[in-house]
């Protein structure tokens, strides 16, 4: 493995700080890695979950110091076009979410134009028993990006990552 490769394999390795078992590269954030090796340096594109992620500073300066840490001047940029979406989350992140006890989010199916409203209810299994016999407790967990549930079969609580 190339200096290079062993700089992209840790910056990608990042975990996030919410939400420990997922990487950042897992969770669809990581955008972009380029490295300038005559000059020294590595750029990393990143995009927040949301416009106000309060973890984003954290995320940004933990994948710096990672850059730092292996010999180049880091580079991190926040983009916030196009805005991140649950889509972008890798299978191995949704099956980390999954064992972790976290139900992980479905396709977002983001529509083109106007957003209709629906009252529909999202079927989310629980990642404990797999019932997908749940409801919404509250529709926002430990952070906005997640919703409280409970499986109606076997009692458990649990958090959704949201689909966005």
Request: with cysteine; charged share 20%.
């Amino acid at each position: 493995m190339s200096r290079i490769e062993k700089v992209e394999a840790a910056v990608r390795a990042v975990p996030d700080p919410e939400i420990p078992v997922i990487s950042l590269d897992d969770l669809g954030v990581i955008r972009s890695f380029e490295a300038d090796i005559d000059a020294g340096v590595v750029h990393v594109v990143m995009t927040p979950t949301y416009s106000g992620c309060p973890a984003m500073e954290e995320m940004s300066s933990s994948v710096a110091s990672v850059i730092a840490r292996c010999g180049f001047e880091p580079q991190v940029k926040i983009v916030l076009d196009p805005p991140w979406t649950t889509d972008w989350m890798s299978e191995s992140g949704r099956k980390a979410l999954q064992q972790f006890g976290i139900a992980p989010p479905g396709p977002a199916g983001r529509p083109a134009g106007p957003v209709g409203l629906t009252i529909a209810q999202r079927t989310v299994s629980c990642p404990v028993c797999g019932s997908a016999h749940s409801q919404v407790v509250s529709e926002f967990g430990s952070t906005a990006c997640k919703a409280l549930r409970r499986c109606l079969d076997c009692k458990e609580p649990f958090e959704e990552f949201k689909p966005l």
